[in-house]
């Protein structure tokens, strides 16, 4: 793999449209994200965020367009690219009728990690993510913010360059919500670029870099500073708010 | 006072409230087209297989004459001549009759072609039977005798073999001078009810179990979402197919194991031939079986089109496969339908080696057609596998 791509992600006119309806769910988009950026691309429900995921995830393939993940291309080298990418879906998406301990060791052998590097790593997460000690409860018993730790641990036990959270830090309170933030600020610091989606607005003030989505269209892109001051507004939600012109925006 | 006439009101039986459940789940289910095409097609399919395979009685059974009677003239009085062709009549009288599909050979070459099951039964009428008739007519203590050799592992195609040889000596006059020398193949093999039918439950409840097992485990990954997630990962579908099929391997196994345990052990279903050759068959049959599971998962979105699949299976199998009807006697337009039935080769085989004693010889062709289903099933499914999100 390139170490020398400049950027983690990198998408050219980005098209697709569904099969089913002939929806147009990303409308020429172009995204370039640095290594160790925190990223959060933010828009209403059906905006296309999960589309734009799933595409430079590699397991949906863009109408057309080019996509370049860490130097490689996608789809091409998805197989290879997928080694160096984490991806924890909008859904908590583990295997509820397995253990914590179970997932996290399937998906860590799924990378081929050796049993003494997948021990460690896991022994390490877990106590990051403060699950060491539901370890061996089944995920069905969990409750939902627990899960979605679950689901995180899976995409990060492989040492991933670039990761993707799909929704990871809606729906869950406020303490553990600050809590992720710190811990994507610790994993920025080893080198990690996080792409994040949100409908929720001032999640994103968090992030590096802001592009807000509507209708499959990148329309602003920006540090949360720049956005606010170019928009005169105090939050991000005021900023998404005017260029939505006040218009319901539920694609 | 108010407040409790409400509470008393909403505890009674709302017709409303009712109509909105029934509207609401029909509403669910016309979403769900592939549902409704399974509920629709389903009976359809199954009444019109069973309605054919079930609508006449055994018959077409392929049976082989050897008819060496020469016939007998005599001549009583000057200028008088009776003449006895026994032989033809009764060869003429099975020809006519549809329970059975007349053929002519020799029948010592031939026996070997009822242990094989190309016949079910060999029959031959003797160079000196119509002399011995004209001779017991005349007063004579002889016996006109018919040999036959038949398969008695199906005691309803023994019935109607038996019964269609008595038709025939129906034409002949003396209907009583007759006797049957009939041999068993297979070792003279007497089976009861139970032995006879063990072994095609065995094919059924294995072909049933292992789809359903099979497409509901399968599907799963579909619905936990965690399908998206391996898409993402090194996991390629070949390896995922394989891990699946191995799994199921396995989850099988134990499932034949019981079956055959019960059969075996609490019912003492016969096994005359080898019980090593027996698990291997019931192993690779239900390996044929996941692989048709797994490729036929890519077309499940949901475990409840999984669980209708492997009924939407199973049960014509059950009507094509011989278990019902011997597939000799369908219309024969099903018959050539009957014969891609995983099935029906799964029944001759569990019946090959239960009750005529076979082994892998014997048996050669019918394990070559099911690996051949279970390798078309992985190449289909790999043919269609989906290895990311089609959309």
Known sequence: MSQAAEWAVEALDLVKVYKEGNILAVDRLNLKIGRGEIYALIGANGSGKTTCINILTGILAPTTGVVKVLGMEMPRDRKTISKYVGVAPQEYSVYHDLTVEQNVRFFGRLYGMSNNELERRMEELLQILRLDERRRSVVANLSGGMRRRVSIACALIHNPQLVFFDEATVGIDPVLRAFFWEYFRSLKKQGLTIILTSHVMDEAEKADRIGLIRAGKLIEEGTPKQLKHKHGADTIEEVFIKLSEGKIVDE | MNNNKQQRRSSRFSFSRTYM???????????????????????????????????????????????????????????????????????????????????????????????????????????????????????????????????????????????????????????????????????????????????????????????????????????????????????????????????????????????????????????????????????????????????????????????????????????????????????????????????????????????????????????????????????????????????
Do not use: C, W
């Open chain 2, 21 to 391: 459940v029934a509207r609401r789940i029909l509403q669910q289910i016309r979403r769900d087209r592939r549902t409704l095409g399974m509920m629709l097609m389903m009976p359809t399919i199954i009444m019109l297989i069973f309605g054919f395979s079930l609508s006449g009685e055994v018959k077409n059974i392929p049976i082989l004459v050897d008819n060496q009677d020469t016939g007998y003239t005599a001549h009583p009085a000057p200028n008088v001549e009776i003449s006895i062709t026994a032989g033809s009549k009764i060869a003429a009288a099975l020809q006519n009759d549809s329970r059975v599909k007349y053929n002519t050979g020799s029948f010592d070459k031939n026996r070997a072609s009822v242990d094989n099951g190309t016949y079910f039964a060999v029959i031959k009428i003797p160079a000196n039977f119509s002399e011995t008739i004209f001779q017991r007519q005349r007063g004579q203590n002889k016996t006109a005798e018919i040999q036959i050799y038949i398969d008695a592992t199906k005691p309803a195609i023994r019935a109607s073999i038996q019964g269609a040889l008595q038709s025939a000596l129906q034409s002949i006059q003396g209907g009583s001078a007759f006797k049957f020398n009939e041999e068993l193949a297979f070792g003279g093999a007497q089976y009861t009810g139970l032995d006879v039918g063990i072994p095609s439950v065995i094919g059924f409840v294995l072909t049933f179990l292992v789809l359903l097992i099979s497409l509901i485990t399968i599907t799963r990954e579909t619905i936990s979402g965690t399908l998206q997630r391996l898409y993402a990962t090194p996991l390629t579908a070949l390896e995922r197919l394989v891990g699946y099929a191995v799994a199921l391997l396995l989850l099988s196994m134990m499932l034949a194991g019981v079956i055959l345990g019960i059969g075996i052990l609490v019912f003492g279903a016969a096994v005359k031939g080898n019980l090593a050759v027996l698990i291997f068959a019931a192993v690779l049959y239900a390996l044929t079986h996941v692989l048709i599971a797994v490729f036929l998962s890519n077309f499940a979105k949901n475990e409840l089109q999984a669980v209708q699949m492997a009924p939407l299976i199973a049960l014509p199998s059950l009507a094509l496969s011989g278990m019902l009807v011997p597939v000799n006697s369908l219309p024969e337009f099903v018959q050539p339908i009957a014969r891609l039935v995983p099935l029906y080769y799964g029944n001759r085989v569990f019946e090959g080696i239960m009750l005529k004693g076979y082994g892998l010889l014997e048996l050669a062709p019918e394990f070559l057609v099911i690996g051949v289903i279970a390798f078309l099933s992985l190449i289909l499914a790999l043919a269609t596998v989906k290895d990311r999100i089609n959309a």
